[in-house]
């Protein structure tokens, strides 16, 4: 993701100044505090927009940070930020309420209202900067949560972590030129993670079935390599029939057959083109990605990138550095053409 600010860019006496107004930019308004030695601190964000939302990568030194009430009333719009902490711990107040976020934990934060957030390892962080207007929460839901460590015992707080480590953390998501459509998906998921949260049903049932779609493919994706995968042990995972998810998904414009093959394809050119698989047969990394039928596969990725199993694996092992392993099933026929005799 593009770096929307590293202080170590900066000469060691401007990066307090500094890094104040690029976190303002960036996040907030807030006043910092170290707790490291002026000359040491480091901090750096990466991010990029998804429609009206901010997706941020927060990384620095032990610190706190504190938004006031005058720098809370001073923002004409507020936001709503969640948070997922990825390592060490941080102490989040709010809203009278206080509570230590672990490592996999999430947390909300109402940036309409004063907080503190106090990080003693340092901050090191996924976060989604939401227009409050946007997600759209009753006031006393939202005053219900925030403060709140939201942790395993809430099962849709796990299927938003997988979700956002997919949505930010993920190196092929960063390569996509416009994250917008993934707008609305991650805002329903946020909102199913509250409701769910607050054990309200009547607040939980829209957002949780508009995310629906979402759930099974994140599902989907996790089990693509079981040879058992199947629309019944889907369907059995969420608690509905099979016609329910063959519905949901055509709302969707998911051919639910189609995506798994094409993703275990996917699976199956990667790991043929990597150099640390090359030990590996044809036929193992077929079956490893599900294909049961060696000859069958075959036959499915020549009709998929137009060449063999085996003239993908040659034309990668044996190819210049600059040779794009992501082109396009076209590229590679006039790829084949041109190198493989």
């Given at each position: 993701m593009p770096v929307l600010f590293d202080t170590n860019a900066m000469p060691p006496g401007d990066r307090g100044r500094w890094l104040r107004d690029a976190f303002g930019r960036a996040v907030v308004p807030v006043e910092i505090e170290h707790h490291t030695d002026p000359e040491a601190f480091r901090a750096r964000c990466e991010g990029r927009n998804a429609g009206r939302l901010?997706?941020?990568?927060?990384?620095?030194?032990?610190?706190?940070?504190?938004?006031?009430?005058?720098?809370a009333r001073a923002?004409?719009?507020?936001f709503v930020i969640l948070e997922l902490q990825r390592a060490g711990q941080?102490?989040?107040?709010?809203?009278?309420?206080?509570?230590?976020?672990?490592?996999?934990?999430?947390?909300?934060?109402?940036?309409?209202?004063?907080?503190?957030?106090?990080?003693?390892?340092?901050?090191?962080?996924?976060?989604v900067k939401i227009p409050r207007s946007d997600l759209a929460l009753p006031d006393r839901a939202l005053r219900r949560?925030?403060?709140?460590?939201?942790?395993?015992?809430?099962?849709m707080a796990e299927i938003l972590v997988r979700y956002l480590m997919w949505l930010v953390g993920d190196d092929r998501m960063a390569a996509r030129p416009d994250l917008d459509v993934?707008?609305?998906?991650?805002?329903?998921?946020?909102?199913?993670v509250v409701a769910?949260?607050?054990?309200?049903?009547?607040?939980?049932?829209?957002?949780?079935e508009n995310t629906l779609a979402l759930r099974i493919m994140e599902f989907t994706r996790q089990h693509l390599t079981e040879h058992d995968l199947s629309a019944a042990k889907i369907a059995r995972a969420h608690n509905i029939s099979v016609r329910h998810l063959y519905t949901t998904l055509a709302r969707s414009g998911i051919s639910l057959g189609e995506w798994i093959r094409v993703r275990r394809l996917e699976g199956c050119r990667r790991d043929l083109a990597?150099?640390?698989?090359?030990?590996r047969t044809i036929s193992f990394i077929a079956h490893q990605w599900g294909f049961g039928d060696a000859t069958h596969f075959s036959r499915t990725f020549r009709d998929a990138y137009g060449m063999?199993?085996?003239?993908?694996?040659?034309?990668?092992?044996?190819?210049a550095p600059n040779i794009n392993r992501n082109v396009s099933p076209g590229e590679l026929g006039r790829t084949r053409t041109s190198r493989v005799r």
């Amino acid at each position: 993701m593009p770096v929307l600010f590293d202080t170590n860019a900066m000469p060691p006496g401007d990066r307090g100044r500094w890094l104040r107004d690029a976190f303002g930019r960036a996040v907030v308004p807030v006043e910092i505090e170290h707790h490291t030695d002026p000359e040491a601190f480091r901090a750096r964000c990466e991010g990029r927009n998804a429609g009206r939302l901010s997706v941020l990568t927060v990384n620095s030194t032990p610190l706190t940070v504190r938004r006031t009430t005058s720098l809370a009333r001073a923002d004409p719009e507020p936001f709503v930020i969640l948070e997922l902490q990825r390592a060490g711990q941080r102490t989040v107040t709010q809203d009278d309420r206080s509570t230590v976020v672990q490592a996999g934990d999430l947390d909300v934060i109402d940036t309409g209202q004063p907080y503190t957030s106090a990080c003693r390892d340092g901050i090191n962080q996924h976060c989604v900067k939401i227009p409050r207007s946007d997600l759209a929460l009753p006031d006393r839901a939202l005053r219900r949560v925030v403060g709140l460590r939201l942790g395993p015992q809430n099962p849709m707080a796990e299927i938003l972590v997988r979700y956002l480590m997919w949505l930010v953390g993920d190196d092929r998501m960063a390569a996509r030129p416009d994250l917008d459509v993934f707008e609305s998906a991650t805002i329903e998921l946020i909102r199913a993670v509250v409701a769910t949260q607050l054990g309200d049903d009547a607040l939980a049932r829209e957002p949780i079935e508009n995310t629906l779609a979402l759930r099974i493919m994140e599902f989907t994706r996790q089990h693509l390599t079981e040879h058992d995968l199947s629309a019944a042990k889907i369907a059995r995972a969420h608690n509905i029939s099979v016609r329910h998810l063959y519905t949901t998904l055509a709302r969707s414009g998911i051919s639910l057959g189609e995506w798994i093959r094409v993703r275990r394809l996917e699976g199956c050119r990667r790991d043929l083109a990597r150099t640390g698989c090359s030990s590996r047969t044809i036929s193992f990394i077929a079956h490893q990605w599900g294909f049961g039928d060696a000859t069958h596969f075959s036959r499915t990725f020549r009709d998929a990138y137009g060449m063999s199993p085996r003239e993908w694996r040659a034309l990668h092992q044996n190819a210049a550095p600059n040779i794009n392993r992501n082109v396009s099933p076209g590229e590679l026929g006039r790829t084949r053409t041109s190198r493989v005799r």
